[in-house]
């Protein structure tokens, strides 16, 4: 049975982990909370992949407090040798007391044996206080452990009447300042940012980062840029290999590494590579394999009505981001999505609301399928 103050620990140590939302991918996002009799004593967060895990931050803001101390984590203590030593053997060494954690690692190599090597160390071992924030907190790198694959999050803007684009083209802006300031932030919290080779041919985006560093000294990291571009019709001159920061993959069905407009993109900085095709396209499913073998956790889709409305109908998309601005641009403009007729309402793609929030004179909107809320 978990205490007032038990929760009130686990929910500090939350926040302390949001504070890596942006810098700690490949790694989970991580808080721990050291307290001595219902009194906090040292805190800590897990920052950047290399460093400091949070326990082991806590554990040197603690110092000798905390000997006999109870520990609040949100992820269960590593127990093996990765980038830095396990978290579990710092514990066990600093003889805290207890250890309350929020969740298991998915990862393979942790699952359950963190908790395991704990009591062998004859600590106090307490497990679920509030999991399912801990598990949204990290719900992409929760994603690829257990599935192999990143969470996919397609953002959108769209009209009230749901159109993206007068027939023309022209969409700038259906949205504000406000919403689309939000955007970047999206951005910087995911491992990449992905879209189709006609959104690099129609708007020719950057996809970078755009937001001030965080820390006076150290460079923001961006994520990686990523182009599915089947015949490889990127132009060497477009803005995302002339400017903007983080490297850029392109996945291509070429397979010849002489072919002269892969020597021409690769010589402009970018990175190849192909992948299986499917109908003439790249086969979506290897995309999202192959993005999780590159350590990705989160991927923000910003791409057209075809890439969109394809990961639609495979059932790839596991969020969208869509933000509605208060214009109406009439039945010949441009769809969000593009889908096949379902036939019947039944068959539809049907969502769930999952948060709503007004920005200036916009609102974003968070659904994910609701299969998936459901089963969440």
Not at 54 to 62: D, I, N, R, T, Y
Not at 255 to 283: F, I, K, Q, V
């Given at each position: 049975?978990f205490s007032d103050f038990d929760r009130f620990a686990m929910q500090r140590a939350l926040t302390l982990?949001?504070?890596?939302?942006?810098?700690?991918?490949?790694?989970?996002?991580?808080?721990?909370?050291?307290?001595?009799?219902?009194?906090?004593?040292?805190?800590?967060?897990?920052?950047?992949?290399?460093?400091?895990?949070?326990?082991?931050?806590?554990?040197?803001?603690?110092?000798?407090?905390?000997?006999?101390?109870?520990?609040?984590?949100?992820?269960?203590?590593?127990?093996?040798?990765?980038?830095?030593?396990?978290?579990?053997?710092?514990?066990?060494?600093?003889?805290?007391?207890?250890?309350?954690?929020?969740?298991?690692?998915?990862?393979?190599?942790?699952?359950?044996?963190?908790?395991?090597?704990?009591?062998?160390?004859?600590?106090?071992?307490?497990?679920?206080?509030?999991?399912?924030?801990?598990?949204?907190?990290?719900?992409?790198?929760?994603?690829?452990?257990?599935?192999?694959?990143?969470?996919?999050?397609?953002?959108?803007?769209?009209?009230?009447?749901?159109?993206?684009?007068?027939?023309?083209?022209?969409?700038?802006?259906?949205?504000?300042?406000?919403?689309?300031?939000?955007?970047?932030?999206?951005?910087?919290?995911?491992?990449?940012?992905?879209?189709?080779?006609?959104?690099?041919?129609?708007?020719?985006?950057?996809?970078?980062?755009?937001?001030?560093?965080?820390?006076?000294?150290?460079?923001?990291?961006?994520?990686?840029?990523?182009?599915?571009?089947?015949?490889?019709?990127?132009?060497?001159?477009?803005?995302?290999?002339?400017v903007g920061g983080g490297e850029v993959l392109i996945l291509t069905g070429v397979t010849s590494a002489?072919?002269?407009?892969?020597?021409?993109?690769?010589?402009?900085?970018?990175?190849?590579?192909?992948?299986?095709?499917?109908?003439?396209?790249?086969?979506?499913?290897?995309?999202?394999?192959?993005?999780?073998?590159?350590?990705?956790?989160?991927?923000?889709?910003?791409?057209?009505?075809?890439?969109?409305?394809?990961?639609?109908?495979?059932?790839?998309?596991?969020?969208?981001?869509?933000?509605?601005?208060?214009?109406?641009?009439?039945?010949?403009?441009?769809?969000?999505?593009?889908?096949?007729?379902?036939?019947?309402?039944?068959?539809?793609?049907?969502?769930?609301?999952?948060?709503?929030?007004?920005?200036?004179?916009?609102?974003?909107?968070?659904?994910?399928?609701?299969?998936?809320?459901?089963?969440?």
């Amino acid at each position: 049975m978990f205490s007032d103050f038990d929760r009130f620990a686990m929910q500090r140590a939350l926040t302390l982990a949001a504070r890596g939302l942006e810098t700690t991918d490949p790694n989970p996002r991580v808080g721990c909370v050291i307290a001595q009799r219902g009194r906090v004593v040292a805190e800590g967060w897990h920052e950047r992949a290399g460093e400091a895990h949070a326990e082991v931050a806590a554990l040197v803001a603690a110092g000798a407090q905390a000997r006999g101390a109870d520990v609040y984590v949100t992820l269960e203590p590593c127990s093996h040798h990765g980038r830095t030593p396990p978290c579990v053997e710092a514990l066990a060494a600093a003889q805290v007391a207890r250890v309350v954690y929020a969740m298991a690692d998915p990862n393979p190599q942790v699952d359950g044996r963190g908790a395991a090597a704990l009591r062998a160390a004859g600590i106090s071992v307490e497990a679920g206080l509030l999991a399912q924030e801990a598990a949204e907190l990290n719900a992409g790198f929760v994603k690829r452990m257990r599935h192999g694959r990143p969470l996919v999050r397609v953002k959108l803007a769209m009209s009230l009447d749901g159109r993206t684009a007068l027939a023309s083209g022209e969409s700038r802006w259906i949205t504000g300042d406000v919403a689309r300031a939000d955007v970047q932030h999206w951005r910087a919290r995911s491992s990449a940012v992905l879209t189709g080779v006609g959104t690099v041919l129609a708007d020719d985006p950057r996809l970078d980062v755009r937001l001030p560093d965080e820390t006076p000294g150290r460079a923001r990291r961006q994520p990686l840029r990523i182009v599915l571009d089947t015949r490889l019709r990127t132009p060497p001159a477009s803005r995302l290999l002339q400017v903007g920061g983080g490297e850029v993959l392109i996945l291509t069905g070429v397979t010849s590494a002489d072919d002269p407009r892969a020597a021409a993109l690769a010589g402009h900085g970018a990175r190849l590579e192909s992948l299986p095709m499917a109908a003439g396209r790249l086969a979506l499913p290897a995309v999202l394999d192959r993005l999780g073998e590159l350590e990705l956790n989160e991927v923000l889709v910003e791409a057209g009505a075809t890439l969109a409305g394809e990961l639609l109908r495979q059932g790839l998309i596991d969020e969208l981001l869509l933000y509605v601005g208060p214009r109406l641009l009439g039945p010949e403009a441009r769809s969000l999505v593009t889908l096949p007729d379902p036939g019947a309402l039944e068959h539809a793609p049907s969502f769930a609301f999952f948060e709503t929030q007004q920005l200036g004179e916009d609102l974003r909107l968070r659904l994910r399928p609701r299969q998936a809320a459901q089963g969440a």
